[in-house]
Each structure stands twice: as C-alpha cells, then as structure tokens.
C-alpha cells in the first residue's frame, strides 16, 4: 500500500469516523450473538482423512454400524454387577441416541462391567444427547454407573473449556494487560487498544462460526482465538497509539498526525499482520481437519486485526485519544523522564553492545542454542484421557475401565478386512489366512488380546467383511503402542499372507496415532521451507535489505528451537511440576507445528517494530550505530509492554486444565519472552552491529523486482520514498 493511497484511505476514515464506528459496533454485537453457539459446531476428535484408518472406520461404520468417535460407554463399578441389570440400563439408554445399539455388555474384572452402545451419530449429533443418555440410562443395583466414550467426554468438557478461557482472559490476560498498557501510557488513553480489542475478537469469533459450518474445528479453536486475538488486537494497537502520541508531540495537526501514523506505524502493522498470516498459512496446508480448524482460527486473527487497525482506530484516535491523554494516571516527572530518548535505557544498552558486539552475539547464541538442545528428546503422541482433568464423569469411567483391562484397551486396535466377495470370510483361504494373523498378534508383546466381536461385530452381514479388535497393553499414543502399529502394517499383516484381491486395513487407537503423526510430518518440511521463503520476501521489502530478512529467519528458528527444548525439560523431564503443570511423556502431536507457525508470525511482529524504525532512522541518518540505538530507544519499550502483554494471554493457557493447551501456552509465552529479551533485546542489535553498513545493501536488480527504492552501501543515504518505520 503506497503512502498516497494510505493517505487517501485515513483521511476518508476521519471524514466517515461515526459510521466506521457503528458499522463496528454492529459487526461486534452480531459476531457476539451468533459465535455463542460455536461449542456446537466444534469437535475434540482427530480425523485423518485417506489414511488407512479412515479406510477401517468407514468399513466400520457401513458394515458393522460402529462410528466410534459417536458412541457412547457405559461403565459399571461395584461388588455385586449384574450383568442383565447392565443390558437394561444400556437398552433404556439407546432411546435417547438415534441408531443407537448395544453391540457388547461384558464382565471386565470381578467389580467392573462395560456395555458398548454403538451409533451412525457424527460427533457433534453425539454428544448434544449425553445429558438424555445419562438420565435414560439411570441407575443399577449395587454399582456405580458412568457414562463415557468420546462424545461423552467432549461434551463433558465443554464447561471446562469455558471455564479455563474466563480464568485465562478475565483473571490473567486482562490485569496483567491492564496494568501494563497504564504504566506505559500513564494516561487513559489505554482503554484505545481495550477498545480496539472489544471490536476484533468477536467479529473474528463470528467469522470462525461460519467458517465451522463448512470444516472441522477443534474445540479449543474459541479459546485460541479469544486469548491470541487480544494479544494481537493489543499489539498493533499499541504501536498505532503510542505512534500517534509521539507526532502529536512533534505538532501539527490531529489530522495530520493521524495520516503520519498510519503511513509509518500503519504500514508496518501491515507488513506484521502479512507476517503472521504467512505463518499461520502453513496450519492450512497441513491435509488434517483438525489443523485446518486450528490454521483458519489463527489465520483470520490478523486478518481481522490488520483490517480494524486500517479503519476503526484511526476514527477512534480522532474521537478519543486526545481527551483520553489529558486524564494522567502516572506523575508526570516520570513520562517526561520516559520521553528522553538520548538517555534512556535502550540507548544505554545499545551503546554496552556496540562495544563488545562479537562477545554479545556469542554468548547469546550459545544460551539458545543450549535451551534447544532438549529437543533431542522430544517424544511426540496424541491426546490421551490422561491429558483433561480427572473429575469429569468420562475420564472417571474411562480410567475405572482401563484399571480393569488396562490403558491399551480403551482406544485398541481394530482390523477390518475386506475378503472381495459376498461370503468371501468363509473361504478356506481367507480362514487359514486369518489364523495365521491371529496368531502372529497373540505372539506380539504387546498385544494384550484378539477379539472376535460378537455377532454382527465379527462378520458383517454379506459374510464380506471380518472385524477384529486388538487392545494393547499400552495407551494407544505411547511409543509402544506406535511401534506395534508400525510392525503390524509392515511385517505381521504381510505375513499372514491374505489371498489376492482380500485387503486388511489397521484403524482404531494406535494405527491412528502413527497416521496422524505422518500426516502432520510428511509434507511438514516443504511447508516450512515455503513459509520462509514468502517471509524473506516480504521483509526484504519491508526493510529494503538483503541480509536482514535473512537474519530476521535465522534468530526466529533460534526461538522457535529454544521454545522446544524448553517444552522437554518442563514437561517430559518434569520441571514444571513445582508450578502444577502436568508431567507428560510426549508431547502433542499437532503443538510443535502449531508454535512454529504461530511463533513464527508472532515474533515477525516485534522485528518488524524494532527494524522498520532502524530503517528509518539509517535513511535520515546514514549512521548505523545510530540506527541501532535510536531503534531500540523509541520502540522497546513498546516492544517489551506488547510482549509482556502477549506472554500474559498465553499464560492464560498454561492456568488451564487441559495439558495439550498447557504445552501450547507454556512454548508460546517462554517463545515470547526468549525472544523479546535475549534475541531482540541482545541478539538482533549485537549481530546488526557486527554487519555494519551491510544490514542496509539491497541491490538495484532486486530492488526493481520488490518494487521499492535501492539502498546503496554509501554513508549518505536518501530518506525513503515511502516509509517503513512504526
């Protein structure tokens, strides 16, 4: 966007301010209204769509109407389990689920009976009729009943997320956010970016409930969206209006003023929120469901921002923001104290740098570099009924099952195999074949047992298609139960040596959890490689330098690394224990794809700040110490607050009760502090100074190609055409 057309652009703003602030409060209200029925439109499930577990459920569910992530458990716990008792209670219970059936009721341990209700529902059908299968189902003499299964757990967790995203937003982002934005301003001009915040989260949460009409969406999109919206929402809008507080001082009009901000702090919130969508691209080609919903929630966050940033604060700047800052909240002997750039702590850390850049950048470099080491011993895996919290009703009857028959039998292993013909099962061939598999899996050591379901639940009824079960004695996610999965497609299937034309699909718990890795990893590299490719153009244009956006991606890539590592130690070696996080073998399948993407973008943001500013400064002044110094004086601290800020959201996460948010709070918050102390703080300004003039080279070949005005090597250096600074 050139400086004509953003001038063009704010100044129609300001002439229509009150009808861009009702079309904005109108758009709020709305999203408000229809996202409040987003929980029911959202899924906890992992799909891995083509993989050859969907090929098993779909077999499932056709054949032997099982869809398992729509059926329902019903769990006996007592000393004097009747059997029949069980049967009528999961008989009664099948009238509040529509096809539903109860397809098994077994005696599990001398205290502990299931009933398996089996249904055609989708998730989100399934679980809205928990509460009628659960009074439908009612009680049993002398035991205890639970009903759990997926639906049941997903709908039990329904209130914990809501209740994790009041005490992560109200009780954590919120204070913490407040507190800061009145110690920077000082005035009560920050309630700007909280009104900044008010209008883009809902819209964006409106925008999602659309979205979640016509793909998957996780369950914890809504808080992700809400936590990460008002980090952002309150990071661009306090460049904008700090930006917009610093050229009132310069004078001139509040007009004028407006139009500078926008074409200095505007344009590099355009560049950021670019940034970041980039890096939120990559969740989108990731060929899952649940990484769609996750890279559309996080992809429309600085969409939705970018745009209210462009049109709502500068009418709010115009309306508000001079008669909020005549209302100080800070003496003013310490803003005036603040405003002393030349002396002021950035300078003066700066100026220790540029005398020892090499020891500086060593140093620092090495600390990432020991954080990251960790990620050696990253173990990844899907999320298990270990990682909600214990005292919902699904995870007490899942964890009384699994006392009983072990972990591995929750989610085990199903084989479904499809002889070719009508009657094919009976075939000597197909039988002999089928022995021979069977034994194979009871000489595994990690096979617990081989089920023949009963009835229907073995044989479909054309006698095409057999049904095996094959609980482990593992939980479906660990390494062992990987593993098994891995042998079992490779060499025990093979093995078995199936006649021509018959096929046998792997599916359930373990087969799952080795599909979904592989599909989150196959195409993972490329992915990455494509994202730093788009960044390193923009931010060559950005910051009209050939070296910069290079640097900019390799001290990212540290952070991202040290943020890894981190992970490791605090949760599979047990470190953050002491601050009641929850020690976990592995870490989550889908979180390091998603911090890098999310980091990745987020930490564009406080680059862009600091080196459009520089950038500014080394075209007024040809001086690249000074550049240095200068940028770091008038944007680290609003890069600090932004941060603090943003860390404080994301430990909204790490308060939470669901260990997979947890991982992703706790990488992203250290990711964010890494990297706005040790890497912009020490880092960027060390390495800057040790590249001299050459931070600032971009040839005129490449310069014609991004479209903007060569910088040349020489100390004299004309200001830009159009600038870039915040």
């Given at each position: 966007?050139?400086?004509?057309?953003?001038?063009?652009?704010?100044?129609?703003?300001?002439?229509?301010?009150w009808l861009v602030v009702v079309a904005w409060i109108c758009l709020a209200v709305v999203s408000a209204i229809v996202s409040r029925g987003l929980a029911d439109r959202s899924s906890s499930r992992f799909s891995v769509p083509g993989s050859e577990t969907a090929k098993a459920e779909a077999i499932l569910a056709d054949r032997f109407d099982q869809t398992p992530s729509g059926s329902f458990i019903l769990v006996?716990?007592?000393?004097?389990?009747?059997?029949?008792?069980?049967?009528?209670?999961?008989?009664?219970?099948?009238?509040?689920?529509?096809?539903?059936?109860?397809?098994?009721?077994?005696?599990?341990?001398?205290?502990?009976?299931?009933?398996?209700?089996?249904?055609?529902?989708?998730?989100?059908?399934?679980?809205?009729?928990?509460?009628?299968?659960?009074?439908?189902?009612?009680?049993?003499?002398?035991?205890?009943?639970?009903?759990?299964?997926?639906?049941?757990?997903?709908?039990?967790?329904?209130?914990?997320?809501?209740?994790?995203?009041?005490?992560?937003?109200?009780?954590?982002?919120?204070?913490?956010?407040?507190?800061?934005?009145?110690?920077?301003?000082?005035?009560?001009?920050?309630?700007?970016?909280?009104?900044?915040?008010?209008?883009?989260?809902?819209?964006?949460?409106?925008?999602?409930?659309?979205?979640?009409?016509?793909?998957?969406?996780?369950?914890?999109?809504?808080?992700?969206?809400?936590?990460?919206?008002?980090?952002?929402?309150?990071?661009?809008?306090?460049?904008?209006?700090?930006?917009?507080?610093?050229?009132?001082?310069?004078?001139?009009?509040?007009?004028?003023?407006?139009?500078?901000?926008?074409?200095?702090?505007?344009?590099?919130?355009?560049?950021?929120?670019?940034?970041?969508?980039?890096?939120?691209?990559?969740?989108?080609?990731?060929?899952?469901?649940?990484?769609?919903?996750?890279?559309?929630?996080?992809?429309?966050?600085?969409?939705?921002?970018?745009?209210?940033?462009?049109?709502?604060?500068?009418?709010?700047?115009?309306?508000?923001?001079?008669?909020?800052?005549?209302?100080?909240?800070?003496?003013?002997?310490?803003?005036?104290?603040?405003?002393?750039?030349?002396?002021?702590?950035?300078?003066?850390?700066?100026?220790?740098?540029?005398?020892?850049?090499?020891?500086?950048?060593?140093?620092?470099?090495?600390?990432?570099?020991?954080?990251?080491?960790?990620?050696?011993?990253?173990?990844?895996?899907?999320?298990?009924?270990?990682?909600?919290?214990?005292?919902?009703?699904?995870?007490?009857?899942?964890?009384?099952?699994?006392?009983?028959?072990?972990?591995?039998?929750?989610?085990?292993t199903e084989i479904a195999i499809d002889t070719g013909t009508p009657r094919g099962a009976g075939a000597p061939a197909v039988r002999a074949a089928r022995g021979r598999l069977v034994r194979a899996l009871e000489a595994d050591p990690e096979v617990a047992d081989v089920r023949f379901g009963e009835g229907r639940q073995y044989v479909d009824r054309s006698g095409r298609y057999l049904h095996l079960i094959v609980?482990?004695?593992?939980?479906?996610?660990?390494?062992?139960?990987?593993?098994?999965?891995?042998?079992?497609?490779?060499?025990?299937?093979?093995?078995?040596?199936?006649?021509?034309?018959?096929?046998?699909?792997?599916?359930?718990?373990?087969?799952?959890?080795?599909?979904?890795?592989?599909?989150?990893?196959?195409?993972?590299?490329?992915?990455?490689?494509?994202?730093?490719?788009?960044?390193?153009?923009?931010?060559?244009?950005?910051?009209?330098?050939?070296?910069?956006?290079?640097?900019?991606?390799?001290?990212?890539?540290?952070?991202?690394?040290?943020?890894?590592?981190?992970?490791?130690?605090?949760?599979?070696?047990?470190?953050?224990?002491?601050?009641?996080?929850?020690?976990?073998?592995?870490?989550?399948?889908?979180?390091?794809?998603?911090?890098?993407?999310?980091?990745?973008?987020?930490?564009?943001?406080?680059?862009?700040?600091?080196?459009?500013?520089?950038?500014?400064?080394?075209?007024?002044?040809?001086?690249?110490?000074?550049?240095?110094?200068?940028?770091?004086?008038?944007?680290?601290?609003?890069?600090?607050?932004?941060?603090?800020?943003?860390?404080?959201?994301?430990?909204?996460?790490?308060?939470?009760?669901?260990?997979g948010l947890q991982q992703f709070g706790f990488g992203l918050a250290a990711a964010i502090l890494i990297d706005v102390t040790i890497v912009r703080g020490l880092l960027l300004p060390s390495v800057m100074q040790l590249f001299g003039r050459w931070n600032w080279w971009l040839p005129s070949r490449l310069a014609r190609i991004a479209r903007v005005e060569p910088s040349p090597l020489g100390p004299a250096v004309?200001?830009?055409?159009?600038?870039?600074?915040?």
């Amino acid at each position: 966007m050139t400086a004509r057309l953003l001038t063009r652009w704010t100044g129609a703003v300001i002439r229509f301010r009150w009808l861009v602030v009702v079309a904005w409060i109108c758009l709020a209200v709305v999203s408000a209204i229809v996202s409040r029925g987003l929980a029911d439109r959202s899924s906890s499930r992992f799909s891995v769509p083509g993989s050859e577990t969907a090929k098993a459920e779909a077999i499932l569910a056709d054949r032997f109407d099982q869809t398992p992530s729509g059926s329902f458990i019903l769990v006996a716990h007592g000393k004097r389990i009747r059997l029949a008792a069980l049967e009528r209670a999961a008989k009664r219970a099948t009238a509040a689920v529509p096809t539903g059936k109860v397809a098994a009721v077994r005696r599990e341990s001398a205290d502990v009976a299931s009933a398996f209700i089996v249904s055609e529902l989708d998730p989100e059908q399934a679980k809205s009729r928990t509460d009628e299968l659960r009074e439908a189902a009612g009680t049993i003499p002398g035991a205890r009943l639970y009903v759990t299964g997926q639906p049941a757990i997903e709908h039990d967790l329904e209130p914990v997320f809501a209740r994790d995203l009041r005490v992560g937003e109200l009780y954590i982002a919120v204070p913490i956010a407040l507190a800061i934005l009145v110690f920077i301003f000082g005035t009560l001009a920050f309630l700007l970016p909280f009104l900044f915040a008010l209008a883009a989260i809902p819209t964006t949460l409106g925008l999602v409930w659309v979205a979640a009409g016509f793909m998957e969406l996780s369950s914890m999109v809504e808080n992700l969206v809400t936590l990460i919206g008002f980090a952002i929402a309150i990071d661009y809008s306090l460049l904008v209006v700090y930006r917009y507080r610093e050229e009132r001082r310069g004078g001139g009009s509040k007009e004028q003023a407006i139009v500078r901000t926008m074409e200095t702090a505007g344009r590099t919130v355009l560049f950021s929120g670019t940034a970041v969508a980039i890096g939120l691209a990559l969740m989108l080609a990731v060929p899952l469901p649940f990484m769609r919903g996750f890279g559309i929630g996080g992809l429309l966050i600085p969409i939705v921002s970018v745009v209210c940033a462009f049109t709502l604060l500068p009418a709010l700047l115009f309306l508000f923001a001079d008669r909020l800052d005549r209302v100080r909240l800070v003496p003013r002997r310490l803003l005036e104290r603040r405003a002393d750039e030349e002396r002021g702590l950035w300078v003066r850390l700066a100026r220790v740098i540029a005398r020892r850049p090499l020891v500086v950048a060593v140093g620092t470099a090495a600390l990432l570099l020991a954080a990251a080491a960790p990620v050696f011993a990253l173990e990844l895996g899907p999320e298990s009924n270990k990682g909600v919290p214990q005292n919902i009703e699904g995870a007490r009857g899942l964890n009384v099952l699994a006392g009983a028959v072990g972990d591995g039998a929750l989610n085990p292993t199903e084989i479904a195999i499809d002889t070719g013909t009508p009657r094919g099962a009976g075939a000597p061939a197909v039988r002999a074949a089928r022995g021979r598999l069977v034994r194979a899996l009871e000489a595994d050591p990690e096979v617990a047992d081989v089920r023949f379901g009963e009835g229907r639940q073995y044989v479909d009824r054309s006698g095409r298609y057999l049904h095996l079960i094959v609980p482990g004695r593992h939980e479906f996610g660990s390494s062992e139960a990987q593993a098994f999965a891995r042998r079992l497609r490779a060499e025990i299937v093979p093995r078995a040596r199936f006649p021509e034309g018959v096929e046998v699909f792997a599916g359930g718990g373990p087969p799952m959890a080795v599909d979904l890795r592989d599909m989150t990893y196959g195409s993972f590299p490329w992915l990455v490689l494509t994202v730093l490719a788009l960044t390193y153009v923009l931010l060559m244009r950005a910051f009209r330098s050939l070296l910069l956006p290079l640097k900019a991606i390799v001290l990212n890539l540290l952070s991202v690394g040290a943020a890894y590592g981190l992970l490791v130690v605090v949760f599979k070696w047990g470190a953050g224990e002491a601050l009641g996080l929850t020690q976990t073998e592995q870490v989550g399948t889908w979180t390091p794809v998603f911090l890098f993407a999310m980091l990745f973008g987020l930490s564009m943001d406080y680059e862009v700040f600091l080196v459009s500013r520089m950038r500014e400064e080394w075209d007024a002044t040809g001086s690249n110490e000074r550049a240095i110094a200068m940028g770091l004086a008038r944007t680290g601290r609003i890069v600090t607050a932004a941060a603090l800020v943003m860390a404080a959201a994301f430990s909204g996460f790490i308060a939470g009760s669901i260990v997979g948010l947890q991982q992703f709070g706790f990488g992203l918050a250290a990711a964010i502090l890494i990297d706005v102390t040790i890497v912009r703080g020490l880092l960027l300004p060390s390495v800057m100074q040790l590249f001299g003039r050459w931070n600032w080279w971009l040839p005129s070949r490449l310069a014609r190609i991004a479209r903007v005005e060569p910088s040349p090597l020489g100390p004299a250096v004309r200001p830009a055409a159009e600038p870039v600074g915040s």
